[in-house]
């Protein structure tokens, strides 16, 4: 059984791995890299002939897991994209979004290259289009948690959820290779204990090769039973200081999250009043899905919507729909919240928010997400004294605050529980989709606490493994 490493390597973006056995040939996630000094990953063919592959199981609707799915199709997959019901629902409205994003941005910079006479670093046109992505959808076919579904060749694949977001999932591949039978799973995107909306991450007792993100392996999160106070404490200083918090926000859990908790801020006064703008198209959709997929809810948030007290709908709550309401949110009189994608501000309506209060130094710059390295939004958060927003270089001013515990990824101690969980100690462990020093980290605590053998595999890396 061979095991490569296309993405999510000494990286946080980009997940993709692909297994090959008995001839069968299996793509796990297909992400798009996000972080720039790897942005031309995008560009490159898939190493191996996407006409060849047989499947791609997905773990979760997040561009960085799903985002390259329409380039692969292009490239020429024609086999089946399995995955939960709900992430299929998330999936159509991300891609849809990436690939307008994609066209808008490649438009706006040839503009922009055009005005200023000069050539970009990369191309001018989109990755891939909407045509793509509508030639992608007819190929996802829905598994249902904790079923066991032949793939063919002796190889079957149990999606596990995930507690990450909405349908998100574990992969676990058995596989019968050479007479021996191995067990592999991917661990997508693990999610915290006790989150809103989402059911706890599933456990493995068992498996031979573990593929295991590491995005917050080196880190815990303030206390997730804190995030609402904390919330609150900035929403009303940034009200008394006259400025407006912007929440550059991911579309999916994160955006219905805050919506969450800021319900419950409004309906318990703990704010004063002020308009709260979503002020983002997927996030719409999504909050959508999120209401006609109430069985991948857990049981708390399912009473919470039986008992009329949607989180979805409050007073002051704008879900902006056009363009034109997005615009009209910058006269608005009076604090405000907006929400607004992307959550690490490489495109999106978010950037148009920001070039307008990164500036005033009474308004608040909120991060509720993780910012990869060399993003504008890590570039924000280390307080950059300028930074380069829709091709102006502007001052940072606002004041810029961060609450981690709305993260929907395990930190360091849930990372530990999930490990905890197995049994015995894999053949071999693969710490993946981290940045390369808390990778590293990461690795090197397992080793040294539970002796386990573990990798750290680079972009493109090969294992054949028995
Ligand atoms: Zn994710």
Known sequence: MKLAFFGAARQVTGSCYYVETNGLKVVVDGGLHQERPFLERNWAPLPVPARDLDVILLTHAHLDHSGLLPKIVREGFSGTILTTAATADILAIALMDSAKIQEEDAAFKKKRHQKEGRTGRHPEVPLYTTEDVQATMP??????????????????????????????????????????????????????????????????????????????????????????????????????????????????????DLMFHL??????????????????????????????????????????????????????????????????????????????????????????????????????????GYQARDTLGRQILEKAPQVRILGQLLPVRARVAKINGFSAHADRKALARWLDAYRTPPRRLFVTHGDADVARNMAERIRRERRWTVEVPEYLEVWDLD
């Open 263 to 368: 319900s419950r801020l409004v309906r318990t006064k703990a704010i004063p009043p002020m308009s709260v703008y979503l002020d983002s198209p997927m996030a719409r959709e999504v909050t959508e899905a999120f209401e006609r997929h109430d069985e991948f809810l857990d049981e708390e948030a399912r009473k919470l919507f039986a008992s009329g007290e949607n989180p979805f709908r409050f007073p002051g709550l704008v879900i902006v729909r056009t363009p034109e309401e997005s615009k009209a949110i910058n006269t608005a009189r009076g604090p405000t919240v907006i929400m607004a994608g992307s959550g690490m501000c490489t495109g999106g309506r978010i950037k148009h928010h920001l070039a307008l209060n990164i500036a005033r130094p009474e308004s608040t710059i909120l991060f509720v």
């Open 139 to 256: 190929l996802v076919e829905e598994a249902a948690y904790e079923e066991s579904l032949s793939l063919g060749r002796g190889v079957t694949v149990r999606f596990r959820d995930a507690g990450h977001i909405l349908g998100s999932a574990m992969v676990e591949l058995r596989v019968s290779d050479n007479g021996n039978l191995r067990t592999v799973v991917f661990s997508g995107d693990i999610g915290q204990w006790d989150m809103p909306f989402v059911n706890d991450p599933s456990v493995f007792e068992r498996a031979d090769y573990v593929v295991m993100e590491s995005t917050y392996g080196d880190r815990d999160h303030e206390d997730p039973g804190r995030v609402e106070e904390l919330l609150g404490g900035v929403i009303r200083d940034t009200a008394q200081a006259g400025g407006n918090v912007v929440i550059p926000t991911f579309a999916i859990e994160r955006a219905q």
